[in-house]
């Protein structure tokens, strides 16, 4: 748990003491959208990757991509 991390309604880190109990919660629920996620990912059909491009490049390409 050392890497969650909180923040307020601005977006602002917040420094937060977490009990055992709230440790527990918070992989459990961590451990579900894992999960889920991960269902949801292996399902996909297209990966693509946008590192270095543009905007209008990665739309062109992605319109391309699911429109041929």
Known sequence: MQ???FYDDNSN???VELSEES???YL???SLD???FG???NRA???YRIDGKSPSEVVDDLEELLLA
């Open 3 to 5: 890497r969650i991390r």
């Open 13 to 15: 880190p917040i420094e």
């Open 23 to 25: 440790e527990r919660y």
């Open 28 to 30: 459990k629920d961590l």
């Open 34 to 36: 894992i999960e889920y």
């Open 39 to 41: 269902r949801t990912y």
């Open 45 to 47: 059909n297209y990966q």
